[in-house]
T-cell receptor, first 109, second 115 residues
Framework: GQNIDQPTEMTATEGAIVQINCTYQTSGFNGLFWYQQHAGEAPTFLSYNVLDGLEEKGRFSSFLSRSKGYSYLLLKELQMKDSASYLCAVSDSNYQLIWGAGTKLIIKP | GAVVSQHPSWVICKSGTSVKIECRSLDFQATTMFWYRQFPKQSLMLMATSNEGSKATYEQGVEKDKFLINHASLTLSTLTVTSAHPEDSSFYIC???????????FGNGTRLTVT
């Protein structure tokens, strides 16, 4: 079956760095997405990786290793507003998105 | 940038009535739109894939006669919750992508409360 795994919850300190991991097993691969979702709101797009390596976008970076079925989202210089759920999603061979359960990130002052 | 508009933002209805939720892609055409349901503290659950001009594809466990989906044009998909019950109370979100491999753009969601 298809499966996306990511930690349920993580806690980090304001100003620090946090890495949220995502491992996947899917039927085919057409890219991996990271979304941020604040409580009660719709998800917003953060990043898309289809090739191996690191994609940097401001304070956020996303890494992909297709051979390992692994990705991470790296958040630097954490701010209180970064407290949210972070969803990992993989596009399979039919371009259907398979969603992880999300990682709730708690930022403490 | 691409925008998806969802209406209404919230709705309260009585048990047994039907509610229609609209999802529009404002500045791009979407042959495919997706409908999700999200219960508190849980991730998105795909309900169905809405295909313009053809029948929607429903996920296992989702009643197609209860959750009616119509994708009549390239910019509009509607989800109708028929004979709503309190257990249907949830956050419903639609999304669309400009191309198969492009990021999805989400509507703001509709919070449905059935009393």
């Amino acid at each position: 079956g298809q499966n996306i795994d990511q930690p349920t919850e993580m806690t980090a300190t304001e100003g620090a760095i946090v890495q949220i991991n995502c491992t996947y097993q899917t039927s085919g691969f057409n890219g991996l997405f990271w979304y941020q979702q604040h409580a009660g709101e719709a998800p917003t797009f953060l990043s898309y990786n289809v090739l191996d390596g690191l994609e940097e976008k401001g304070r956020f970076s996303s890494f992909l290793s297709r051979s390992k079925g692994y990705s991470y989202l790296l958040l630097k210089e954490l701010q209180m507003k970064d407290s949210a759920s972070y969803l990992c999603a993989v596009s399979d061979s039919n371009y259907q998105l398979i969603w992880g359960a999300g990682t709730k990130l708690i930022i403490k002052p | 940038g691409a925008v998806v508009s969802q209406h209404p933002s919230w709705v309260i209805c009585k048990s047994g009535t039907s509610v229609k939720i609209e999802c529009r892609s404002l500045d791009f055409q979407a042959t495919t739109m997706f409908w999700y349901r999200q219960f508190p503290k849980q991730s998105l659950m795909l309900m169905a894939t809405s295909n313009e001009g053809s029948k929607a594809t429903y996920e296992q466990g989702v009643e197609k006669d209860k959750f009616l989906i119509n994708h009549a044009s390239l910019t509009l998909s509607t989800l109708t919750v028929t004979s709503a019950h309190p257990e249907d109370s949830s956050f419903y979100i639609c999304s669309a992508g400009q191309e198969e491999y492009s990021p999805l753009h989400f509507g703001n969601g509709t919070r449905l409360t059935v009393t």
